[in-house]
Nanobody, 116 residues
Framework: QVQLVESGGGLVQPGGSLRLSCAAS????????MGWYRQAPGKERELVAT????????NYADSVKGRFTISRDNAKNTVYLQMNSLKPEDTAVYYC?????????WGQGTQVTVSS
């Protein structure tokens, strides 16, 4: 199993920035995809961004393109999400995700609130 620990959430004003981190530990396969999903109250969980381990291929939701940047440090088994130009509609619980073939794990989630 893979354990994921997220950090970096909080309260920020519109237009501000936050950086989320997610550290993975346990039985990590070298070929994997890590990413971030979010779930706002009353809404389904949705993909924010993902990044592969081998070629660092990235994928972003249209709603965050140009504002969010996903990156990773394979030596530390850590994935990051730099969030800039935050909007109130970005408010949600952000979840880290690890997957490798049929195996996957979720983090416990970190709250991001964008409000003045």
């Amino acid at each position: 199993q893979v354990q994921l620990v997220e950090s970096g959430g909080g309260l920020v004003q519109p237009g501000g920035s936050l950086r989320l981190s997610c550290a993975a530990s346990g039985s990590i396969f070298s070929i994997n995809t890590m990413g971030w999903y979010r779930q706002a109250p009353g809404k389904e969980r949705e993909l924010v961004a993902t990044i592969t381990s081998r070629y660092y291929n990235t994928n972003y939701a249209d709603s965050v393109k140009g504002r969010f940047t996903i990156s990773r440090d394979n030596a530390k088994n850590t994935v990051y999400l730099q969030m800039n130009s935050l909007k109130p509609e970005d408010t949600a619980v952000y979840y880290c995700r690890y997957s490798s073939g049929p195996v996957g794990s979720w983090g416990q989630g970190t709250q991001v609130t964008v409000s003045s």
